[in-house]
Each structure stands twice: as structure tokens, then as C-alpha cells.
């Protein structure tokens, strides 16, 4: 079975642009969930989705989103970037939710210039 | 609000020496998973183990080995006759299941340089 996938493997922005990043799970699993980690804060969890819905939300602003997929393909956005933004989002699969055992894939590193 | 707390931000030890990573976590779920995950340079997080909060029997796997204790809220993690190859960040996570489904809550982890 392929890992989880993401894409891309590095990114550059700029200032007040908007990014999407692309996570494919493991086939069948349908809980994907993404994590931001930063030198300085670790490792936050940003979202979780389910069959489609998001299910939780970490403390991040509104110009953090995402969605999923039927395909159970997830996407995560960040508009207007800030400095701030950059890190490496990883993003995360499991067959099912709750207290599950996560896959992890390479991560998407993010500069934000 | 739950909490992760690896106290070591680094450690460094020769090959062939026994290591122990230490966290202590914070809860008000009575039913909750613990894990440990390893971050080698490549940057992807490799699964090492999970537990849930009412199955208290210590772990060994190979060289690994996990203490856990509900009394002092700690999730202890030994590496016996150390690698060079166990080098990585090692994680301490927290799941708190139901309806906080996979979120997790990591530690702050622990660098472990393990040099020949």
C-alpha cells in the first residue's frame, strides 16, 4: 500500500498570497488530519476531517481552511500569508477516528518570504 | 485542556548506551491513547507505539521499551544499547479519542544524538 502523500514537497510564497497544499491518504482510510510544526511552537494541530466533514479545529484564525474529498483526498488553504506561516504541514491518515494509530506523511515545507 | 511535557530538549549519549526519554502528560479524560512517534530527518513522523489510558502493562519491542504509569501521569520511553541509527526527534503524543477523534497533542519532543 502507498503511504500518505503530499504535495508539494517545498513550496515559496510571498506576503499576502494564498496557498493550497494537497494530502493524499492511504487508500481506505478516511480520517485525515493536518499539523503544523514550527521551531518555535512544535507540533499544532490544525484540522481533522471525516467522511468529508470537519470533525475538530485547532486554535488557529480563519485564514487557515481545508476540505476533503469523496476520494477521501484532502486540501489545505492559507490565504493573505504571513511570515508567520511558515512551517512544515504534515498531514495525517487513519482508517477510522478516535484515539487512532496516524500515518504521517513527508510534509509540505512552507517559506513565506 | 490536556498538556504534553517532554522536559528534555536534547540528549546525546554514545552507541551502546541505554537511554530513557521522559513525558509527563495532563488530562481530565478518564479514557485517553498515548503514543510515542519518531521524526527522523526526512521529517516524517514513524508510529513507535500506542496505549490507552486502561491498559497500564509496560511494553518491550526489540531495543524499545515503555513505561507507563497513571500515577504520575508519565509515559516513559527507553531505548537499550543505543544506534546511531535511533537518532531523531522523539514525540510524545496525547489523544483524548471520542469526540476529539485524532487530534492529537504533542510534547515538545526530545533530539536524541546518539554518536558512534
Known amino acids: 500500500k502507498a503511504g500518505v502523500t503530499q504535495t508539494p514537497r517545498y513550496l515559496i510564497k510571498t506576503r499576502g498570497q494564498q496557498v493550497t497544499l494537497s494530502c493524499s491518504p492511504i487508500?481506505?482510510?478516511?480520517?485525515v488530519s493536518w499539523y503544523q510544526q514550527t521551531p518555535g511552537q512544535g507540533l499544532q494541530f490544525l484540522f481533522e476531517?471525516?467522511?468529508?466533514?470537519?470533525?475538530n479545529k485547532g486554535n488557529f484564525p480563519g485564514r487557515f481552511s481545508g476540505r476533503q474529498f469523496s476520494n477521501s483526498r484532502s486540501e489545505m488553504n492559507v490565504s493573505t500569508l504571513e511570515l508567520g506561516d511558515s512551517a512544515l504541514y504534515l498531514c495525517?491518515?487513519?482508517?477510522?477516528?478516535?484515539?487512532?494509530?496516524?500515518?504521517f506523511g513527508s510534509g509540505t515545507q512552507l517559506s513565506v518570504l | 485542556a490536556q498538556k504534553v511535557t517532554q522536559a528534555q530538549t536534547e540528549i546525546s549519549v554514545v552507541e551502546k548506551e541505554d537511554v530513557t526519554l521522559d513525558c509527563v502528560y495532563e488530562t481530565r479524560d478518564t479514557t485517553y491513547y498515548l503514543f510515542w512517534y519518531k521524526q527522523p530527518p526526512s521529517g516524517e513522523l514513524v508510529f513507535l507505539i500506542r496505549r490507552n489510558s486502561f491498559d497500564e502493562q509496560n511494553e518491550i519491542s526489540g531495543r524499545y521499551s515503555w513505561n507507563f504509569q497513571k500515577s504520575t501521569s508519565s509515559f516513559n520511553f527507553t531505548i537499550t544499547a543505543s544506534q546511531v541509527v535511533d537518532s531523531a526527534v522523539y514525540f510524545c503524543?496525547?489523544?483524548?479519542?471520542?469526540?476529539?477523534?485524532?487530534?492529537?497533542?504533542f510534547g515538545g519532543g526530545t533530539r536524541l544524538m546518539v554518536k558512534p
Open positions: 487508500s481506505g482510510h478516511r480520517s
Open positions: 503524543a496525547l489523544s483524548e479519542g471520542g469526540n476529539a477523534g485524532n487530534m492529537l497533542t
Open positions: 495525517a491518515s487513519s482508517p477510522d477516528r478516535g484515539g487512532e494509530k496516524l500515518f
Open positions: 476531517y471525516f467522511s468529508e466533514t470537519q470533525r
